[in-house]
């Protein structure tokens, strides 16, 4: 995708049929920390990856919660994000106040997708650019939607985004057929697990050999259990069961480094690729 | 108090000591049926009521609930419309009863079937309940009231809740909403109420046989002593069929079995 004459404006449409600047849009949740969201048959987890931007500041909010049944995961520009949970608290507050039950969550999907549509639409207002994963539980059952700066929402088995997003997408079609049996804890181990293969190669090699400092942010709803971001201690609990669950995959990981000429030092020499940086405050890296 | 032998007033400019206070800008402020709105242009409203329908009875059993009212709208005291309708399918899962000024319940009404065909559109087998629908009708009847603009409508709300729980509500013109297994309006209230409070069992609910029992003598003892009841009603029930599916409809009309032999008997007639 590169510049071209039909990208100036989001109210114009290019000759193919495409919006460029929808689109461009799209990318920002690519440059986004990877967020992982899957459900079972009781309960919907959400996995955030929330490394902080230096090491001197705390890391970015990933997860905002909304309502008792309902939370979401963002990646993309935090600002926007915080927009839109505003505004998703605020209709789940009314339609508490009005009708004395929560949003349905599909209904709520359908709302929103219509207010992030307007944005598509004028010359003055540019889209969101924020991509969410929302986990919620309603009568109808645990619900993940992915909701896209493109105003789409999908209601997923299981999904993931951000950087680096793919291996996590992978590890989740691959064990998707066993996610409708899960219990509670099996259900949070194989977010945790498929959010490990999303972390930036140097941080995978260094942080193998103790997960429990993996920098993540875990949160479910579900029956029973109203949305709830887990602590540090729980946390540590399912990122060590995680551990026990997966002992053969941190073997082959170790084979791998053992391959690689020893490094000198405390840093390695070749910093490999890395994600491009971007002037507007996101939850990078 | 008293001086030189002549009672003195208590206070003076106030309203006299056991009168119901007239607020100034009101006309005739005592009765709150006639309250009249004035607003700048010197025109007056009146939101009293005009056309109304006496009495609604809402009873809970075990299954479901039954909400019975007579098919008369009255207009002062002429019994002007005898074949009206008053209780409401709404949607598969409540049944709504309208007493008061059967304008009132025409217009909101409208509003509700608004609301569900709303909930049609979306298509996504979410259909409305009846807690929610009483809770939004309390907001919506409070907050004209509270503008002085009121709805003068008493209405029994009853359905299947979540969990195929029987659910029945009443919510009156000032948008106080009270839940029990037994709501009434108007005379209902000081006539069946009684009746039916009596007749519940300490440690479970009532029967569908032993609801409808009690709906029929009701609708008799009204009959007898409300002179703005008729001898025809309908009742509508709403019961759970099995886990997924309602039973949601309004029957009728039935017609009270009127015994006037005793008349004979009375002597001065």
Known sequence: ?285 | MFNNGIVQPLWYNGPSPGQFYNFPGYANNGNMKQCHETNNSDSTRSTAMITTGSSVLGIKFDQGVLIAADTLVSYGSLSRFQNIDRIFKINDNIIMGGGGDFADIQSIMRSIDQKMIEDQCYADNIAMRPKALATWMTRVLYNRRSRMNPLFIDVVIGGIDENNEPYLANVDLRGRAFSDYVVSTGFARHLALPLVREKKPADRDFTLEEASELIRQCMEVLYYRDTKNSSQYTVGVCKVKDSTSNQCDVEGPFQVDEKWSFAKMVKGY
């Open chain 1, 1 to 285: 995708m590169f510049r071209n004459q039909y990208d100036s404006d989001v109210t114009i449409w290019s000759p193919q049929g495409r919006l460029h600047q929808v689109e461009y849009a799209m990318e920002a949740v690519k440059l986004g920390t990877a967020t992982v969201g899957l459900k079972s048959a009781d309960y919907a987890v959400l996995v955030a990856l929330c490394k902080p931007p230096s090491e001197l500041s705390t890391s970015q909010r990933k997860i905002f919660s909304i309502d008792d049944h309902l939370g979401i995961s963002i990646a993309g520009i935090t600002a926007d994000a915080r927009v839109l949970s505003r505004y998703l608290r605020s209709e789940c507050l009314s339609y508490k106040h009005a009708y004395a039950a929560s949003y349905p969550v599909s209904r709520l999907m359908t709302n929103l997708g219509n207010k992030m549509q307007a944005t598509t639409q004028r010359y003055d207002r540019r889209p969101y650019g924020v991509g969410m994963l929302v986990a919620g539980y309603d009568d109808k059952g645990p619900h993940i939607y992915q909701v896209m700066p493109s105003a789409n929402s999908f209601s997923c088995k299981a999904m993931s985004i951000g950087s680096r997003s793919q291996s996590a997408r992978t590890y989740l079609e691959r064990h998707l057929a066993s996610f409708k049996q899960c219990s509670k804890d099996e259900i949070l181990c194989h977010g945790i697990q498929a959010i490990r293969g999303s972390l930036p190669s140097e941080e995978a090699a260094k942080k193998e050999e103790s997960l429990a400092q993996l920098n993540i942010c875990v949160a479910i709803v579900g029956k029973n259990q109203p949305f709830k971001i887990l602590t540090e201690e729980e946390n540590t609990k399912y990122l060590n069961m995680a551990d026990e669950l997966a002992g053969s995959v941190i073997h082959l990981k170790s084979d791998d480094d053992d391959d690689q000429p020893p490094q000198g030092g405390d840093e390695p020499a070749e910093p490999g690729p890395s994600d491009p940086l971007v002037d507007v405050p996101m939850d990078l890296p």
